[in-house]
């Protein structure tokens, strides 16, 4: 079965750290450049990481650039996000998804920041 699953999200303070994953099954993983997004309350999901199918190249949005640390082990088909110095604003639903040819969407993993 083709899917994705996120895990990893909970509450932490401000300042706080977190590092959600992203475990995908059902297709070739090592072979898809993949995606975090967040959606914060009442808005609209947004782009936040890419990274490229070898690892090798990596983006970032700029609200969490030198933050938040995007990587992947393709021998375990899975994708991490490394999130340091929280800020409240970072709350949200966070998901995985490929670049090209999206999947449909997992249920995603609720970070809450707050103190």
């Known amino acids: 079965q083709v899917q994705l699953v996120e895990s990893g999200g909970g509450l932490v303070q401000p300042g706080g750290s977190l590092t959600l994953s992203c475990a995908a099954s059902?297709?070739?993983?090592?072979?898809?450049?993949m995606n975090w997004y967040r959606q914060a309350p009442g808005k609209e999901r947004e782009l936040v990481a890419t990274i490229t199918s070898t690892g090798g190249s990596t983006n970032y949005a700029d609200s969490v650039k030198g933050r938040f640390t995007i990587s992947r082990d393709n021998a375990k088909n899975t994708m991490y996000l490394q999130m340091l110095s929280l800020k409240p604003e970072d709350t949200g639903v966070f998901y995985c998804?490929?670049?090209?040819?999206?999947?449909?969407w997992g249920q995603g993993t609720q970070v809450t920041v707050s103190s």
């Open positions: 059902g297709f070739t993983f090592s072979s898809f450049s």
């Open positions: 998804n490929r670049n090209l040819f999206p999947l449909r």
